[in-house]
């Protein structure tokens, strides 16, 4: 599968009318540019969230089908957290790892998009550069990610902390990027959704998702 990246720098390059490698136009003017590896990426917002349905976790262990749903409502379907624990073998400890959760997008999804990605396979700041592209390029074409995070993270809510390892869904972003939005089921935010089961959502710096995520991954 080509990578993300290489896929957002074809569909830019065809938009600036390269053709053959002549540039026949040049690159439309914008009001504000998304900046990723110090290239300029015109097709991107500089802000934009998705719509989801948001549903509490019917369990104390189902993190992972609820923010898994989350992600699958954005594109116009609406398993249950029952069904989508099944198929992530989810158990009374939770779901085992990032991978569970791309099998389950992609088979509800019939899709090959998602992949599972792990910061162990990266630096630092490599993690953070990818994951905020993959933040960028995934919610501009309409797809949520699913991120497994462990430990404590500061966000817009205060602290937010999960030792034993918590997934969350990632609906949008601003500050070209700097700040992810969260769904995050674990969390009573004082909303709620029509069966009564709370969630919470809030903003949070990339880079400090990128540290809160770094051990467990994401599903993007």
């Known amino acids: 599968m080509k990578s993300k990246i290489l896929r957002a720098a074809t569909a830019i390059a065809v938009s600036l009318g390269t ?3 002549v540039t026949v136009a040049t690159a439309p003017a914008a009001s504000a540019c998304v900046i990723i590896d110090g290239q300029c990426m015109p097709n991107y917002q500089t802000s934009k969230t998705l719509w989801a349905e948001r549903q509490g976790q ?3 262990y189902f993190c992972g089908p609820a ?3 989350i ?3 954005a594109r116009g379907l609406y398993p249950s957290q029952e069904g989508l624990a099944g198929l992530m073998g989810t158990h009374s400890g939770g ?6 959760i791309r099998a389950a997008l992609n088979k509800t999804l019939n899709t090959t998009y998602y992949d599972a ?3 162990r396979d990266h630096s630092t700041s ?5 994951l905020r592209s993959d933040i960028l390029f995934d919610i501009n074409r309409g797809w949520a990610l699913v991120v497994n995070v462990s430990g404590g993270a500061s966000t817009t809510s205060g602290w937010r902390s ?4 918590h997934y969350i869904a990632v609906l949008g972003y601003d500050q070209s990027g700097d700040r992810a939005r969260v769904v995050d089921t674990g969390y009573n935010g004082g909303l709620y959704d029509p069966q009564g089961y709370y969630y919470g959502e809030y903003w949070i710096n990339t880079t400090e998702l990128a540290r809160w995520s770094y051990y467990r991954g994401y599903a993007a």
């Open 58 to 60: 019917h369990t104390s």
């Open 162 to 165: 999960y030792p034993g390892g």
């Open 126 to 130: 490599g993690w953070a550069n990818l």
């Open 95 to 100: 779901t085992d790892s990032s991978w569970n």
């Open 117 to 119: 990605k792990f910061g």
């Open 71 to 73: 992600a699958i409502t």
């Open 67 to 69: 923010a898994t749903r």
């Open 19 to 21: 053709i053959t490698g």
